[in-house]
Structure formats: structure tokens, C-alpha cells
């Protein structure tokens, strides 16, 4: 049995599979970075539950403390990092620098290949949004990295005099300022979105795959082909694990 850790930039999730079948979940769970202390008792709960696991497969951007501290917790398993790569498990790399992409992506991009295997967009809307093509044939072709929804409102809030933090809701044409912000950025997600796809719309059976815990405040306003999914590194990495078990 192999441990696959997403160590993101505010939680961590991580999740049990079997080596023959690497991308069926048998447990998971998550938390967030303020509750690291209880990050080696939790370990300890999963691995009391799963006596079987001998591996971890990890994908970490949350920086070389928090990966000391999984680490640690992880004493007894055999623990690799997935870093970017030319190729890996269908996918091929187009980075000017494979290496520079975030193993993030990288993990992402991997888990939509084995989940969708045409052309597709990959979303991830968390604190960033990220936007990344893959073409028909597993090349990937590149992508944007841009604000998430919440960072964009703050970043209007802290950057002017007079242009509040404040909950709004979305309209069509907005005619509060809270409303007018928060759909501004809305809008913007799903713009860019929309602008990576129509590069690859031609292709047969394309599609937006859209993850991550702030999708759902747009996913309504794509007008393209959109399958929510969710724990797309975790799936990559179970893509990746189940290689190495072959």
C-alpha cells in the first residue's frame, strides 16, 4: 500500500491506495497547515489503520519546513518527492525548463491524463488559480498561473483607498461595489479559462478539467465543457506510484 501527500499551500491532503490499483482511494483525509502539530498522530491513526503501507509518494509546495515536518511523521516509509520531469506517465513536458514547473502541475496534469486522455484544460482554483493545456497526444503545452478569487479581492482591498474587502454576489452587470468586485473576479477566472481552452476547442473530446476548493464559485459561468473533479495531484501521484509498483 502506498501514501500519497499533497503538501499544498494551505492544507495538506493525502490519501491511501493500493499499488495494483493506484488511483482507487481506499482512505483520505486533509488539514489544514495551522494544524501541523497533529500531523504525526494523524500519520500514525492512518498507518494503524492501513498496517500494510510501506511507501509515500509526496508532491510538496508549501515549502522545505513543512516538508521536514511530513518527513518526520513519515519515519518508517519509504518517502520520494515528486519533482518535474521530461516525461512521466504519459505526459511530456514542453517546459522551456521541465524541471522549473511546479510539482504541483506537474502531479495535476498527470492525474487529468490518466482521468481524460484528449486534450484538455487543467484547472486548479485555490489561492492561485492555475491554467494548464494538455494536447491529444499527453504534451503539455503550457499554462497561466494567476491570483485565486479570494487573493484577488484582497489584493483590490489592500491596494486602494476605497474599494472594500466585502462579501458580494455575482451579477451580469453589477451595480453595488461589492458586487462589481467580486464579480470582476469571477469574471476573470473565468476568462482566461476560457481564452487557454479555445486553443485546444478544436480538438476532439476536449474538455476543462476544474479542481480545487474555489471552483464552485465559477464553474457555472464557463461556457465550455467542464467536468469537476477534485484531488487531481493526489490522482497524478497515484498515476505516478503506480508506475514505479509495475
Not at 10 to 20: G, L
Not at 70 to 89: D, H, R, V
Request: hydrophobic share 50%; proline share 4%; glycine share 10%.
Amino acid at each position: 500500500m502506498i501514501l500519497l501527500i499533497d503538501a499544498g499551500n494551505t492544507r495538506i491532503k493525502w490519501r491511501v491506495v493500493e499499488a495494483s490499483a493506484p488511483l482507487a482511494a481506499r482512505d483520505e483525509g486533509a488539514f489544514a497547515h495551522d494544524a501541523l502539530d497533529a500531523l504525526p498522530n494523524a500519520l500514525t491513526d492512518v498507518r494503524a489503520r492501513h498496517p500494510g503501507l510501506r511507501r509515500a509518494l509526496g508532491c510538496n509546495v508549501a515549502g522545505a519546513a513543512v516538508a521536514a515536518r511530513i518527513a518526520g511523521a513519515c519515519a518508517g516509509l519509504s518517502l520520494e518527492w515528486l519533482t518535474s520531469t521530461a516525461a512521466c506517465a504519459g505526459v511530456r513536458n514542453l517546459y522551456e525548463n521541465p524541471s522549473q514547473l511546479g510539482a504541483d502541475r506537474w502531479a495535476a496534469a498527470i492525474g487529468a491524463r490518466a482521468l481524460h486522455p484528449h486534450a484538455c484544460v487543467v484547472v486548479m482554483a485555490g489561492t492561485a488559480t492555475t491554467v494548464d493545456l494538455l494536447s491529444a497526444t499527453g504534451d503539455f503545452l503550457g499554462g497561466l498561473i494567476l491570483p485565486g478569487v479570494a487573493l484577488m479581492q484582497q489584493a483590490l482591498a489592500r491596494g486602494t483607498a476605497q474599494l472594500p474587502l466585502a462579501d458580494g454576489r455575482f451579477a451580469l452587470q453589477p451595480r453595488r461595489t461589492v458586487d462589481a468586485i467580486h464579480s470582476g473576479c469571477l469574471q476573470a477566472q473565468a476568462g482566461a479559462i476560457e481564452r487557454m481552452f479555445a486553443q485546444i476547442a478544436h480538438a476532439p473530446d476536449a474538455l476543462c478539467l476544474l479542481g480545487g476548493g474555489a471552483a464552485d464559485s465559477f464553474a457555472d459561468l464557463l461556457a465550455i465543457p467542464v467536468r469537476r473533479v477534485d484531488n487531481l495531484v493526489l490522482t497524478g501521484l497515484g498515476a505516478v506510484a503506480g508506475l514505479a509498483a509495475t
